[in-house]
């Protein structure tokens, strides 16, 4: 059997490298755990980048895709399928939300947003309506729509022109929004928490005002809840936390408990929009993807996941404000994020990286945000034992470190 460097080194050479993944090569899941091919085992509190909301290898999803892969696979968007109706319809039920459109990834559901934002005002004769507004350190994606909305300069360099008519505002002030959003905005795009861009929390006042300010200035507004909805908050979606209601947002991550599902939720307002042709995809919403979707929704409600986020989301940014409390970590500055989406940044005196590898060596997994932010986003049925583990080896990796 080969070998992680062995691997590693095959992969080295096979790949384009736009990662920079660590030389463990991983091979199998359960819960919260991963092992790599030498049977190592990892605790993994990166949750694939909050995707993995059942955890690894769930029996129940397991068997709804091979079910499904055995009957039906894939329609295309010529056809409806029965599980990707039967999803869309619960969807709607517990969201809010009045339509479904289904992409494969959360870049793609931003982009059908985008396009939303734009030929709404189209379609009511508003030509002058095409700015969209978005915020500093936010993240949508890598496509170019997705990425020309994304206030981060390092995701732009070398793939200009980005697409024309976007404007960016400081995330968390009301008044810089109030300022730019006008009679030339079509769509106002934010996350209800900056998860990429350091696990940066919106108040729920500032959610209500720029709902108020986009329904004063005629403006739409979007919410994408890629990374924060699901249950990640320990709410079915973040925006429920504000009350505030968004024209319409956009999932991804979680909704398919690891298979490429994303999905953009509307409300009926917005629905004359995106008119037969205008938009599409023609893996989005599949049969096999619908079914792991609908699979998830099962566990969520059987074993209250959503619950349990809300739960261990609240014992772990206890451990964390703690481990930040603590004089003998100076390393841990400040503790971010709610539910099961939180961090510590790290003190600018030591090297994020350091830390990061540091409780990598450890055997935790977990992920940077925001440059200076170790993320912690695990599977939804996290337990408590896996908290306490995965907080007591951040604690020895962050003492451990030197200073820069
Ligand atoms: C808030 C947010 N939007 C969009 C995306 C892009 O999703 P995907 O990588 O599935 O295209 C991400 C990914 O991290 C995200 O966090």
Known sequence: MATNRELYETAQKTFVPNYRQPPIILARGEGCRVWDVEGNEYLDFSGGIAVLSVGHAHPTLAKALADQAARLIHTSNLFFSDRAIELAAELTKRTGFDRVYFSNSGTEANEALIKLARRYHHTRGDARRVELVATHKSFHGRTMGAVSITGQAKYHEGFGPMLPGVRFVDYGDADALRAVVG???AAVFLE?????????????????????????AGALLFFDEVQTGYGRTGRFLAREWSGVMPDACSLAKGIGGGVPL????????VAGALTTGTHGSTFGGNPLACAAGLAVLRIFDEEKLVENAETMGRYLG?????LVADASIPAAAERRGMGLLQGIRVDAAYD??????QLRSQRVLSAIAGGDVIRFAPALNVKRADVDQAVEQLAIALRSIPKK
Do not use: F, H, W
């Open 192 to 216: 209800p928490i900056q998860a990429e861009g350091g696990i940066i929390v919106a108040s729920n006042e500032y959610l209500r005002e720029a709902r108020r300010i986009c329904d004063e």
């Open 183 to 185: 009679p030339d905005t």
């Open 318 to 322: 206890e451990k964390l404000a703690a």
């Open 262 to 269: 994303g999905a953009m939720l509307i409300t009926e307002k």
């Open 352 to 357: 994020p990286m350091v830390a990061y590898q």
